[in-house]
């Protein structure tokens, strides 16, 4: 069992800088990959980005590449979304999920989720 906590949400304005913060713990932590999603209202959760404990580069999804950054603190066992630049259209729930698998962007084959945090960008 894998347990994520996520906190950091809030209200930004056009093109202003929020940070996500996914705190892990649970049994085995370590071998799974974190990944980040999103849902706005009326909408379908999408992937946004991950990153898996060894040393490996992050990866994202084309809508936030080049303003959001992944990172891990392994020390603090958390994993990070920087997102810079923000949009009104990236007003969403953010979810940090874990995935026994690897470099997957897809909702079905992450096995943990957080309870999410509101991102909210005013224009």
């Known amino acids: 069992q894998v347990q994520l906590v996520e906190s950091g949400g809030g209200l930004v304005q056009y093109g202003g800088s929020l940070r996500l913060t996914c705190l892990v713990s649970?049994?085995?932590?370590?071998?799974?990959?974190i990944g980040w999603f999103r849902q706005a209202p009326g909408k379908e959760r999408e992937f946004v980005g991950a990153?898996?404990?060894?040393?490996?580069?992050?990866y994202y999804a084309s809508a936030v590449n080049g303003r959001f950054t992944i990172s891990r603190d392994n020390a603090k066992n958390t994993v990070y979304l920087q997102m810079n630049s923000l949009k009104p259209e990236d007003t969403a729930v953010y979810y940090c999920?874990?995935?026994?698998?690897?470099?997957?962007?897809?909702?079905?084959?992450?096995?943990?989720w957080g309870q999410g945090t509101q991102v909210t960008v005013s224009s």
């Open positions: 999920a874990a995935s026994s698998r690897v470099l997957v962007t897809r909702e079905y084959l992450y096995d943990y």
């Open positions: 649970g049994r085995d932590f370590k071998s799974y990959e």
């Open positions: 990153i898996i404990w060894k040393d490996l580069l992050p």
